[in-house]
């Protein structure tokens, strides 16, 4: 019995993931709990397994983007065969899906028709008609390209960017005697026609108005012709991973989407401004240099001060719950839960886990929290339940010196606390000067829901609560 | 009075008042009309014609006297039993057998057909296709002459049946209220499609609605065309006095079905009924008059019909010669493009 | 002295600041003293000057023959239009609400519109019907709606959609002059709108598009008042970076296709939008037209936007969410633009 595999929905946000690459291989006999596929979400990549045992069958390409319980992939038993109509399937269930709508046509295989045929995958191309029109008149190969349209679709930038890329040092060559002149139109399902028959379209000539190939022209073709092995598309280009370098073009997709996304939605949408509040920090310092004589050996765990940040503001948002809400539909709605975002800078971007109900916690458990979740940041392994609902955010670039900044509020969040590195503070007894250790918090806020008065009593209460920290241990 | 549907009740035709080429062209109209509906119902029995056929056979007398009151300058509207309009007002046997054929010789080029005859030329604002929809046409036909002040008037023919649409209401009220120089011409002929008077209004007159607009109106026989003629010269008079809309009601009778010559053959009427009016044929009345009296003699009478007959030959084999419509051209005529 | 606009022309703009409702009056001042068969009739057109005083003072220049109250009859009125049209005179018909097109449809769309057709082309109506359309005032299922599918469908008729004073003058002198039946939709939200209307008689021909704002990165083209709500989305989308062409096609039947595809073709991306239901509306003629004609010029799917498919509800809050707006309008451009 023919088992579906559908693409997973990992956590309640996610509207599309991405096949990076499909680790079963065509044929390949998996049982259950192989890894089938890595996949992309917009936060994290995760090994997805097989859920049954079965010969595998992927129905879906390397590189296309789907949304949650698309059909992507089969496992057959014996010779059994994939079930007729895998591409309907897919529309159906795309049509399903929330806002499916505009994720337009789909990057496609056609069951392969014979399982001597596995593992030389051929791919319907998703590419807009204007981008095989620009293609086609500037000799760009467009199976070369990744997609960054609706769906992965490749769109008429695509290949501008590509042809930017290539630059002046390398011409646009002119378009080979082979590749379809301009002018030469083929159907949807002409080219569907042709993968199947294994015609060759560039060597076809159309009948049709204007050119235009019809089916009866791929059918003479392909009697013509004894079906020839078709030209497995080419794997999406790998990534470098030596990082940024001048002249090279980096997408905005994946994480880096996202934060584009979700960064410039925030500006877009919000009243946003910035406090910035000197804290003094003395005792705080003075109290953690003693927990780490006294609980030397005892695993407890010495909290961080962003921890004493993420333990402070979790009580201050208690008393200023404007900050630990979310606007929506012309309403302030504030949360009944302080669940406490914790940014954590990666490689290629920043993630955000989350600290939940970081008010009822004791700063003990926060610093066991965020040590584990910062270490699944950098592994990769964090979840994506791990990385949702946050409903206040802290964010530190204390450690690179940074003292002032103006961090941006998560979409959907109202407030973001920004920690700075500690220093050298003063106060002044009369005429004597007096050595303190200050640092410098920024509170991003959104000024729809919070004034700049309410927003600076909020930086009192965690001023206030840093500068007494035993209150911090206490409960 | 006749009382439409049911037995004919009136004696005989009057011909008082009408001198012989009167009479003559009574006559004249109701043969060209008895005759065309003749021949087209044969065509249309044998199978050649496309589409409808409402045919106006038996009420003649009603188109013949109302049109004998016009001028070329006067417009009516008709319905979608409109031949006999056409022909009493003036239209020519060869581009009307033409339209029926479909042929681009026809009044339409092909493009209307048997409901949509026409010619403004001679005041025949169209046959219409809609029940009721004629009727505030002509009012704006009549309001045309009342604002240029041209001595012209509309006439507008409708039947029993559409006197229950609300155009029927809402163009005589309108007329009445604006005081336009309209003639509405209802033709009684007891059926609206299968369904008798009695089971679709309550009135026996339909003139009597008149009243609700504070419209003059009278009842005639519509098997009289020398009746028809003296009442619809009464409201012709008074709407190019600047008196305003009337209505006349003629009671008739329609001898075919309501489409096509036998129709659906399911028998809504009796042969008796049917036998009873056709003993009051208008014409055969206005011919037996006429003799009886001495105005006219019968040799009078068959020269028109043979000369009728002759035209009508003429114009079946000149229809049947047309060129049929270029569909190429189908967009023709959609829009007035030239200035 | 009477301007008739070339095709690309860009209108001369004074500086005149009039409404859309005096701008679509003072066409109908101008074209009745040129033209002595031109004559206004409808219900409360005369002695009240309109419900929408479309017809302010035409009564005390043009007198009770010109300017004629009539019953409440729709169906005769539009008739009596019919017959007289066809007779040669010019009736400028009025409506009221476009709702009401609904009882007197078989004058409109069986006589007016197709009595050439089916005479042979041996009649003109040249016949103006005026209707007020549009949502957004709280009127109702009954007196908001936008039916200019209906009758863009129907062979023979011409529908003009005017979108600022310019244009409801300049279309409303096109319709009144042009020898076939028009519907001449004014959108009720827009009456008081001001903008600029010279003062001389100047006829904007029919089937030609106005580019209200040019653009690169997508096309919006816009019906009546969503004109108004494309440009102001266009106006917030460009402090976004994003490059927004909105084209009017001002009448709907005749369609200016070729500017649409010409932007179209510029653009890559076409989001269209009315306020009219988006199922069976124009949205779905336009892209297809598109797609006939630039298919191989698209990046993506054209976008329609319109109403939801019920009729307009009562309630601000339900009819603030039905009708279309520059928020919505701003939201599709940047659906169809997004890239990962």
Known sequence: MAQEVLLPKLGLTMEEGTILEWVAQAGDVVKSGDILLRLATDKVDVDVEAEGDGRFEPVAAEGATLPPGALIAWLLSGDEQAPAGPVDQVAVALLEAPAASDVGELQLMAPTATPAAAGTPHGRLLASPNAKRVARETGVELTALRGTGPGGRIVSEDVEEELARRGAAAPVPAPSVDSPSPGQFVSPLVRRQATAAGVDLTTVRGTGLSGRIRRADVEAAAAAVPAAPVAAAPAPASAASTGPRAG????????????????HASLQEMAQLTHGFEAEVGALLALREQLKVEWAGTGLRVPSINDFVVRAAGHALLEHPMLNATVRDGAIHLLEQVHVGVAVAVPDGLLVPVVRDADRRTLVSIAEETRALAGAARDGTLTLPQMEGATFVVTSLGSYGVDFFTPVVNPGNTGIL??????????WEGDVPHRTSVLTLSLSFDHRAVDGAPAAEFLQSVSGLLARPLLLLAG | MAKAGGTPTLEAATVEGLGADELLDLHRRMVRIRVFETEAGTLMEAGELPGFLHLYVGQEAVAAGAMATLTDADQITSTHRGHGHAVAKGAQFRPMFAELFGRLDGYCRGRGGSMHINDLSIGMLGANGIVGAGLPIAVGAAFASWYRGDGSIAMTFFGDGASNIGTFHEAANMAAVLKLPVVFVCENNGYAEFTPQARHMLLEDVADRAASYGMPSEVCDGMDAVAVKLAVARSVERARAGDGPSMVEAKTY??????????????????EE??????????ELLEARAVADGVLGKDVFEKVWAQTRADAEDAIAFAKASPEPDPADVLLNVYTTEA | MTATLEKGATPARTGRQLTYVKAYNEALHQVMREDEDVFVIGEDVAGYGGVFHMYDGLLTEFGPRRMIDTPISEAAIVGLGVGAASRGLRPVVDIMFMDFLAVCLDQVVNQAAKMKFMFGGDVRVPLVITVASGAGLGAGAQHSQSLEAWLAHTPGLKVA??????????LMVTAVRDDNPVIMMLNKKLLGAKGDVPEEIYAIPFGQATTVREGSDVTVVALGRMAVEAAAAAEQLAGEGISVEVIDPRTVQPLDTDAIVASARKTNRVVVVHEAVTFGGLGGEIAAQITDIAFDHLDAPVMRIGAPFSPVPFSPKLENAYVPDRAAIAAGCRRILERS
């Open chain 1, 248 to 263: 090279q073009v980096v997408p905005l997709t994946g994480m880096r989407g996202a934060i584009a996304r979700n960064m």
């Open chain 1, 418 to 427: 920004g920690v700075g590195r500690v220093r050298d503070g003063v106060r």
């Open chain 2, 254 to 271: 329609r001898y075919y079905d309501h489409q096509g010559v036998k129709g659906l053959r399911i028998p809504y009427r009796t042969q």
């Open chain 2, 274 to 283: 049917i036998d009873a009016w056709k003993k009051r044929d208008a014409i």
């Open chain 3, 161 to 170: 959609m005017p979108s600022s004073a310019y244009d409801a003058k300049g």
